[in-house]
DNA sequence: GCCAACGTTGGC
DNA sequence: GCCAACGTTGGC
């Protein structure tokens, strides 16, 4: 079981616009050290679904990878700012995840208070020069912040598919 | 709006 | 393969 960290900026799609889809497909990636993250989410696993861009910038709800990775369309939609002219079809260059909404934190956890816990000095999001819009979690790491947060990360692991309340 | 950091592009 | 130019990200 692995765990991820997902940036979106609140303007564009936020955690409530998350709620209020259910389930999105997780597509426009384009950064092959990203994609290369996502290839590698599994159905189940949890996701920290990060604020950026915005202030403050910070963690503000968890989602669940419903879907494993497979071709992004937006690759092949010539109408789209993701529009890739150099992929092929029978190869596709980029990929996209279904995720859906699990819950949203209690207390919003700003980019300041991440940083100031000395157990999360490892995080890659607060490396210095961080650009990845996918990144991994430890699991002591995500059970920090969503602990921090309000919500139980043993509750989040029961019942695969189950989207709770909080 | 500014600017540091970093990825990508393309000439050579 | 090198590297300068350029575009993008993202915090402030």
Request: net charge neutral; with cysteine.
């Amino acid at each position: 079981m692995k765990f991820w960290l997902l940036k979106s900026e609140p303007d564009v799609f936020g955690y409530a616009d998350l709620m209020a889809a259910g389930t999105e497909a997780w597509n426009g990636v384009r950064n092959y050290q990203a994609r290369n993250f996502l290839r590698q989410m599994q159905v189940g696993e949890l996701c920290l679904f990060y604020h950026s861009s915005t202030r403050p910038a910070g963690v503000a709800g968890v989602a669940r990878v419903v879907r494993a990775a497979y071709p992004d369309d937006l690759q092949f939609d010539g109408s789209s700012p993701y529009f890739d002219a150099r992929s092929k079809p029978d190869s596709p260059s980029w990929s996209m995840v279904d995720v859906a909404a699990v819950a949203a934190l209690p207390h919003f956890q700003t980019l300041d208070a991440l940083r100031t816990k000395p157990e999360l000095s490892g995080l890659r999001l607060l490396q210095k020069g961080n650009r990845l819009s996918v990144l991994p979690v430890s699991a002591e790491e995500f059970r920090i912040i969503v602990e921090a947060g309000g919500l139980s990360l043993d509750r989040l692991l029961v019942g695969p598919g189950e989207v709770l309340s909080s």
